[in-house]
C-alpha cells in the first residue's frame, strides 16, 4: 500500500481501544493492508498489523467505504482516549479492557478504595467511562435520571431526567449502561424512553419512546439493553410488529429505519457491530431468533435460537463466527456467517450464562454457567477447558491478562488468571459499600468496569472506585 506511515511507539496508542482486523484499501483501490483499528484523530487514523506494528495516515488516503466506516470517529462509541469505556462491556463491547500495567496481585483488604459515591440512585445501571467523566443512571423517587460523575472526586456533575419509574419486584429503576459518543450520551430507561444529551452539560437534545414511537412491548424485566452508537445512527431494540431493531439519527432522533420483516418481542441483549465479509452489520439476539441488520436497515441474515423465559447476554462476534448463550437450561450457540448463509458450528448446555456476561480471549470463552459454574469454553469448538465453583455465580471483566470476577450474593471480587489450566485466583476483597435498599430479589448485578486504572464497582445507589493500577 503506497502510503506515508509512521511507526508509533507510545504506550498510550497501543493500548488505545481496538476493533478487528480487516482489509483496508486506500483512494485508490489497488493497495490493501491487513490491519485492526487503533483509533482516530486529528484527521488520521491509527492501525495496528498482524504483526503488532503501528500505522498512521490520513483518512483522506483511504477508500470511500473505509472512510464512511470511520466517519464516526469520535462520534462513535469505540473512539476515546486510550483506557476509556465508552459504552456497555467497553470500546468494542466485549469487556475486554486494552489497558496494561495493572496490579496483578491485590493487598490482603483489597485494592485501595479511591472514592464512594453514595447517591447513585436506585437500579443496575452500568458505567461508561470517558474524558474524566463516569456517567450512569439511577431512580430517585419517582424518576429514573441519566447522571455525571467526576472521576476525579466521584462527585455529580449533573442529572437530567430520562423517564418514569420502572417497577419490578427485582428491584426498580434503570437497567442499562448509557452510550458516550460524539460529545453526547444516549440512556435508555427502563419505560424504553431513549434520550441523547449532551454530554458536557446534560441538557436533554431529543427524546423517543420505544414503546410509543416505535410500537415496542415492555417485558417482564423492563428495557436493559445499552444503546449502540454507529457513526450517524443510535441502535435499539423497540421488538413488535412494527420491527425488532430500530435505527435512529444520532442527531435528530429521527427514525430511520426498523426491521418489520423481524417482528419478535425485544429480550434483554445488547446489539453488536461486526464487520463480516466485507459488510457492517449489526447483531441482535432475540428469544427465538439471532440475526444480522445492515447500516440500511436490511436483514442479511437470520437463525433460530432455541431461548427459553429470558435472553440476556450480549453476542460475540470474531472471523465471521457469532457466539450466543442464555440461561435457563438453555447453553449456547455458534453460527458461521457468510453472506445470507449461516451454518452451526456448535450447540450444547455447557455454558448457560444467565446475565453475567461472557468474555472472549485468545480463543476461549470464560463466564458464569448455571451448569458447572466458572468456566473456559473453547471458542471455536464449543468445547469445555474447565469448570470450577469458585466464588459463585456473578459478572466478569477482563483487564491486563486477568479476570475481574464479581460474586452476585456477598459482593466477593476476584482477581483471576486467564488459563486454560483451570480457575487460578491471585486475590480477592469484599465490596465494602453495600446497599440496604436492594429488593430482596435483587443482588449485586451491576457489572464491573475497568477503566483508566480504576475498577469501578455497584451496588444500587453507591458507586466505588477503586486504585487498581497502584
Keep these: 500500500m503506497k502510503i506515508t506511515t509512521t511507526v508509533l511507539l507510545s504506550l498510550c496508542l497501543a493500548l488505545t481501544a481496538s476493533a478487528e482486523i480487516r482489509i483496508w484499501k486506500d483512494a485508490s483501490g489497488a493497495h490493501e493492508i491487513k490491519a485492526e483499528l487503533v483509533g482516530v484523530a486529528g484527521g488520521k487514523v491509527t492501525l495496528k498489523r498482524e504483526n503488532g506494528t503501528l500505522v498512521t495516515l490520513p483518512v483522506s488516503s483511504l477508500s470511500k467505504a473505509d472512510q464512511a466506516l470511520l466517519s464516526g470517529g469520535s462520534g462513535s462509541a469505540g473512539g476515546g482516549a486510550p483506557g476509556d469505556w465508552p459504552q456497555w462491556r467497553g470500546p468494542n463491547r466485549d469487556d475486554v479492557s486494552k489497558e496494561t500495567g495493572l496490579l496483578k496481585k491485590w ?8 472514592w464512594v459515591n453514595e447517591d447513585a440512585g436506585l437500579g443496575y445501571s452500568g458505567f461508561a467511562v470517558t474524558g474524566g467523566k463516569l456517567y450512569t443512571m439511577g431512580l430517585y423517587d419517582a424518576e429514573e435520571k441519566l447522571i455525571c460523575i467526576d472521576t476525579a472526586t466521584g462527585k455529580k456533575v449533573w442529572e437530567t431526567v430520562v423517564g418514569a419509574i420502572y417497577n419490578n419486584k427485582w428491584g426498580n429503576g434503570p437497567r442499562s449502561t448509557p452510550t458516550v459518543a460524539g460529545g453526547k450520551v444516549y440512556a435508555l430507561g427502563g419505560q424504553g424512553d431513549l434520550v441523547c444529551a449532551d454530554a458536557e452539560s446534560g441538557k436533554k437534545e431529543w427524546s423517543v419512546s420505544l414503546v410509543k414511537d416505535l410500537g415496542g412491548k415492555l417485558q417482564n424485566w423492563g428495557y436493559t439493553e445499552s444503546p449502540l452508537v454507529d457513526g450517524d445512527l443510535v441502535l435499539v431494540t423497540p421488538g413488535g410488529s412494527k420491527g425488532a431493531m430500530a435505527g435512529i439519527n444520532a442527531k435528530t432522533g429521527k427514525v430511520e429505519w426498523q426491521t418489520s420483516d423481524v417482528p419478535e418481542e425485544a429480550q434483554y441483549s445488547s446489539i ?7 459488510q457492517r452489520q449489526y447483531v441482535q439476539l432475540l428469544k427465538k431468533t439471532i440475526f444480522g441488520v445492515s447500516k440500511s436497515g436490511k436483514v442479511l441474515w437470520k437463525t433460530d435460537f432455541p431461548g427459553d423465559v429470558a435472553v440476556i447476554p450480549t453476542p460475540i462476534h470474531k472471523d465471521g463466527q457469532i457466539y450466543v448463550t442464555a440461561g435457563y437450561k438453555v447453553g449456547s450457540k455458534s453460527v458461521k456467517v457468510d453472506g445470507s448463509n449461516v451454518t452451526e458450528v456448535y450447540s450444547n448446555k455447557d455454558m448457560q450464562n444467565h446475565h453475567g456476561g461472557v468474555i472472549l480471549v485468545d480463543g476461549k470463552l470464560y463466564g458464569f454457567s448455571d451448569k458447572g459454574g466458572w468456566t473456559c469454553q473453547d471458542f471455536k469448538t464449543g468445547d469445555i477447558v474447565w469448570q470450577d465453583k469458585g466464588i459463585g455465580k456473578g459478572a466478569v471483566a477482563f483487564a491486563d491478562g486477568m479476570l475481574y470476577c464479581q460474586a452476585e450474593k456477598d459482593g466477593t471480587i476476584a482477581l483471576v488468571k486467564v488459563s486454560e489450566k483451570g480457575w487460578e485466583m491471585v486475590s480477592s476483597f469484599k465490596l465494602q459499600a453495600q446497599t440496604s435498599q436492594r429488593a430482596p430479589d435483587g443482588r449485586i448485578w451491576t ?10 464497582l455497584r451496588d444500587q445507589e453507591f458507586i466505588s472506585c477503586y486504585d487498581v493500577k497502584g
Design 107 to 114: 493487598p490482603e483488604d483489597g485494592p485501595k478504595r479511591v
Design 272 to 278: 453488536i457491530p461486526a464487520e463480516i465479509g466485507g
Design 447 to 456: 457489572h464491573p468496569v475497568i477503566s483508566n486504572g480504576k475498577l469501578y
